[in-house]
């Protein structure tokens, strides 16, 4: 079972920049396709973002498309998310998530980093 | 976009109570769903996986069935410690993920 552990969330300006960071252990990271997922208070959780195991290829989701990108360092073990022009609407707690090997479910989460985004 | 209807919303119930929570798809969606379980401030975890396979570790009170459209998530004899709410997630087509239902303590 692997460890995922994300860092960087903190307060940021509409319009401005952050980059959350999800440190992996325990399993052979470059391996796996990996996932950002976020919850805004009190809200439901809804998928942002897919990487394949090569950061090779992406997905994103409609709202955060042209405004966020995924990456990752295999050999630093660590998965990325980049956001430009926040909005409001983007507060939220962002999860790491490992996806399944061979089908595409998500086995391991991080704890999770709060994104606020505010004046 | 497929899209993730759960019921209830909400639901109350005893220790002991079976309970079930319903997934629907907007479209089919074979058996590509999964159940995940969240407490306040923590993470999901996940339970179901193929609509019907238990993950490993996860008590056996928790089963999952359906297909296509229609899916169920039943707690045979809901134990404290499954106070909490549920999320089903479809993964056929991207991921979409239902609005969850809370299952509190009646």
């Known amino acids: 079972e692997g460890q995922l552990v994300e860092s960087g969330g903190g307060l940021v300006q509409p319009g401005g920049s952050l980059r959350l960071s999800c440190g992996a252990s325990g399993f052979t990271f470059k391996n796996y396709w990996m996932h950002w997922v976020r919850q805004a208070p009190g809200k439901g959780l809804v998928w942002v973002s897919r990487?394949?195991?090569?950061?090779?290829?992406?997905f994103y989701a409609d709202s955060v498309k042209g405004r966020f990108t995924v990456s990752r360092d295999n050999a630093k073990n660590t998965l990325y998310l980049q956001m430009n022009s926040l909005r409001a609407e983007d507060t939220a707690v962002y999860y790491c998530?490992?996806?399944?090997?061979?089908?595409?479910?998500?086995?391991?989460w991080g704890q999770g980093a709060l994104v606020t985004v505010s004046s | 976009d497929i899209q993730m209807t759960q019921s209830p919303s909400t639901l109350s119930a005893s220790v002991g109570d079976r309970v079930t929570i319903t997934c629907r798809a907007s479209?089919?969606?074979?058996?590509?769903l999964a159940w995940y379980q969240q407490k306040p401030g923590k993470a999901p975890k996940l339970l179901i996986y193929?609509?019907?396979s238990l993950e490993s570790g996860v008590p056996s009170r928790f089963s999952g069935s359906g297909s296509g459209t229609e899916f169920t998530l039943t707690i045979s004899s809901l134990q404290p410690d499954d106070f909490a709410t549920y999320y089903c997630q479809q993964y056929t087509s991207l991921w979409t993920f239902g609005q969850g239902t809370k299952v509190e303590i009646k």
């Open positions: 998530a490992k996806e399944h090997g061979n089908t595409w479910y998500f086995v391991d």
């Open positions: 193929e609509a019907s």
């Open positions: 990487i394949n195991s090569d950061g090779s290829r992406t």
């Open positions: 479209q089919s969606i074979s058996n590509w």
